[in-house]
C-alpha cells in the first residue's frame, strides 16, 4: 500500500494516494491518485450535485449566497477546468437544507434536467419541487415544472431523476401514458406530504416529531417539454426526510429508498418499473432498525446494464454500519450485504460502480472530533480494499453528503467545506 501526502491551495485539509485492488486480482493493489481540481464554485456555495453524460461529459451544480438570496448555478467540466457557470435559478425563496438538496441529471451532453426544492408557504417545511431542463448543455433553461398537482403546503423534496426511454406508441389522449411523445423523458421520484393536509399539518422533514400524516413516494414523467405523465403512488408509507436514489437498468428502473413499517422499522425497500410496469415495494435487506424518528440518511444506487449496487448505512441492533449490496439481474434480487465502514461511520453514503464489475463506496466515518470522506473499493465476494481519505471534514450536518461520479477511468468527487464561508470542493483520481 502507498500512502503520500498531497498539498491542496484550494482548502482540502488531507488527500491521499492510496490504491483499491481489483474485482480479479485483489493483491495486486493498483493506485489511485486523488487530487483536488479548482471549484467553479464561490466561497458562500453548498449542496454539490454531480452528474454524468453517457458520453463521459462531467455536470458540477451548487447553490450560492447572493445577499438574502440564493442562486443555483452549473458548470460543465473541460479539461482540467470548468466552463464558466450558468445560472439555472435564483432567488429567495430556496429551500436551502443539508439534506434536501438540489439534483442535476444529464440525458446527454446537450440534455440536462435538474430539481431542487422551492418554498411553497409561510411553514418551515411547506414546499415544492421544482424541476428544469436545458437543450443546450446548460447555457439557458426553461421555466420550471412543478410534478405533483395536489397544490398542498406540504414537504415535498428529496428527489431523484432519471432518463427515461421514448415509446412512439403512446399518446397524450392515453389516460395514464408510461412515456411522453416526441421523445424520452426525464422520470422524478421524490417523498410526498400531501396526506399531512388532511390532517391539517405540515411535512416535518429533519425532524424527530412524526405526529404528522404520513409521507408517501411519488413518481410523475416529464417530456422534454414539461408535460406531466405517469403520475403515481409507489408507496403509502415511507420515511419522511431520507434520500432516494434511482437507477436505469436493461428493462427499466430501480428506485431505492428508506421505508418505514407499521412498527417504524426503517429499513430500505426497493421499486422496479419494468417493461412498463410498477413492482409492489420489498426490502432490500431485514436489517431490522427500528427508529422513532427519520435518521435522515438515505440509499444510493449504480448501475451498468443489468448490474447494479446499492449502498446504504444502518443503527440495527445499535450498531453503526455502511454496507453494500450488488445484483445481477436488474435489481430483482440483490446478494447478501457487505459491510464497509471503518468502524464509526455517519453514513452519507454513494456508490459508483467500476468497469470490472467492483464498486467504490464513499461515506462520511468519524475521528475523534471531526469527520472524514473515505472511499472503499469492494467487490462482490466480499473482498475489501483499504480505505482512502478524500477530505477531512465536519461531523456536522452543514458538511452535507459527498458526490461521486466515474466518468471513463476518471473519478470526479464533490463535497461541502463546511467553513466560514462555506464552500464546494472538487478533487478527481484515475482508475487503472
Known sequence: ????????????????????????????????????LRSPAPPGSGEPSLAVAPDGAVFLSWLEKRGAAHALRVSRLEGQGWRKPGTIAEGDSFFVNWADCPVLLAVDSRRLAIAWPWKSGGATYAYDVRIAQ?????????????????????????????ASPASPDRSPTDVRPTEPMGGGGVRAIWLDGRKAAADGAAGVADSHDESHAE????????????????ERELDGRV???CQTAAVVVVRGLVVAYRDRSPDEIRDISVVRLEDGRWSEPHA???????????????????????????AWYTMAADSARVLVSFSSDGGRTFDPPIR??????LGRTDVVLLEDGSALVVWLETQGQEARILGRGVTSDGSRSPAFTVARTAAAR???????????????????????????????????
Open 1 to 36: 500500500m502507498v500512502l503520500r501526502l498531497w498539498p491542496s491551495c484550494l482548502g482540502i485539509l488531507a488527500c491521499l494516494v492510496i490504491g483499491w485492488p481489483s474485482a480479479r486480482a485483489l493483491a495486486a493493489s493498483p493506485l489511485v491518485s486523488l487530487r483536488s
Open 134 to 162: 436545458s437543450q443546450d448543455g446548460g447555457r439557458t433553461w426553461s421555466r420550471p415544472t412543478v410534478p405533483h398537482r395536489d397544490g398542498t403546503p406540504t414537504e415535498h423534496g428529496f428527489i431523484s431523476l432519471v
Open 215 to 230: 409521507m408517501t413516494l411519488r413518481t410523475a414523467l416529464l417530456s422534454p417539454e414539461g408535460t406531466l405523465y405517469d
Open 239 to 241: 420515511c419522511d426526510c
Open 284 to 310: 432490500l435487506h431485514p436489517d431490522g432498525w427500528k427508529i422513532q424518528g427519520c435518521p435522515v440518511n438515505g440509499p444510493s444506487l449504480d448501475a451498468r446494464g443489468h448490474r447494479v449496487a446499492v
Open 340 to 345: 464497509v465502514d471503518d468502524g464509526d461511520p
Open 398 to 432: 452543514s458538511s452535507g453528503f459527498p458526490r461521486t461520479v466515474r466518468s471513463g477511468r476518471r473519478l470526479i468527487f464533490a463535497w461541502t467545506d463546511a467553513g466560514k464561508p462555506a464552500r464546494v470542493r472538487v478533487a478527481e483520481a484515475e482508475v487503472p
